[in-house]
Each structure stands twice: as structure tokens, then as C-alpha cells.
């Protein structure tokens, strides 16, 4: 999650929302790492949590990440929460809870409904307060 960290300050040093992803295989080790890039990139998918599963699977040269774990710092939308459930990801750690834009604990809900083919391992709330602050003090600074 520290890696995740970093990226999302980076991300917001970017003037992204400050979101870092990783995802590492089974062995710990690490595949991609990202942080938003919707801004740089005019694009609104660039989501630090698609962008490091496309890496991902790009570096396997597979689809699939399913002896993988994601670590974000945000509880991850409803886009990017489909997006964990196609490539199979293993297990989905995360930091702050989105009440607002989540689509994992809050919102849609993703990985409840029954249409969705896969339900990753969920451990919510690690580094919570250290990634809500980041969040906190990025949209401070804004307005």
C-alpha cells in the first residue's frame, strides 16, 4: 500500500486526483504500479486502478491476474470495480472508503450483483487515514 501511496501523490503533484494503484502477483512481487492519469491524458477512464491492470496483463502477456492482489488507496468506482471482476483479480485491497463514488462497499455495489462473474477477496481500510488525508487536503487546496 505504500507503493500505492506514493503513486497517489504523484498523481496529485500531476494535479490528478490523488489515486495509486499497484498489483502484485502471488509472490509479492510487483507487476505495475499507477496513479490517475485522466487529466494528462484527456481521458476519463486513466484511472490509476485500469491503468495498472492494463500494465499488468500486458506485462504477463495474459488477461487474466487471477493469483494477483490489487492495493489501491481509494475504494475503488463502479467502472474500475467491473474492470477488477473481469480480470479475475484475487484479492482487492483499499484504503480510504468512498461513500460518494465507490461502487465496492457503497454505490452500485458491483461485486454484489448477480451478474457479475467474479468477487475478489476484499480488505478495506488499510492505510485509511493516511490516504483520506491525501484526498482531504488535494480538494482543500483546489478550492
Do not use: W
Not at 484479492?91 to 463514488?101: E, M, N, T, W
Not at 468477487?119 to 485509511?128: A, D, N, T
Amino acid at each position: 500500500m505504500l507503493l500505492a501511496l506514493a503513486e497517489a501523490e504523484a498523481a496529485a503533484a500531476r494535479g490528478e486526483v490523488p489515486v495509486g494503484a499497484v498489483v502484485v502477483d502471488a509472490s509479492g512481487a510487483v507487476l505495475a504500479a499507477a496513479g490517475n492519469r485522466v487529466e494528462e491524458l484527456n481521458d476519463p477512464t486513466a484511472h490509476a486502478e485500469i491503468l495498472a491492470i492494463r500494465a499488468a496483463t500486458a506485462a504477463r502477456g495474459e488477461k487474466l491476474l487471477a493469483d494477483c492482489d490489487l492495493h489501491v488507496t481509494l475504494e475503488p468506482c463502479a467502472m474500475c470495480a467491473q474492470a477488477i471482476a473481469l480480470a479475475r483479480v484475487r484479492r482487492l485491497h483499499f484504503g480510504a472508503y468512498d461513500p460518494k463514488g465507490g461502487g465496492v462497499e457503497h454505490g452500485a455495489r458491483v461485486f454484489d450483483h448477480p451478474t457479475c462473474h467474479h468477487r475478489p477477496e476484499l480488505v478495506g481500510g488499510i492505510e485509511e487515514t493516511r490516504s483520506g488525508e491525501l484526498l482531504r487536503r488535494f480538494f482543500r487546496d483546489r478550492r
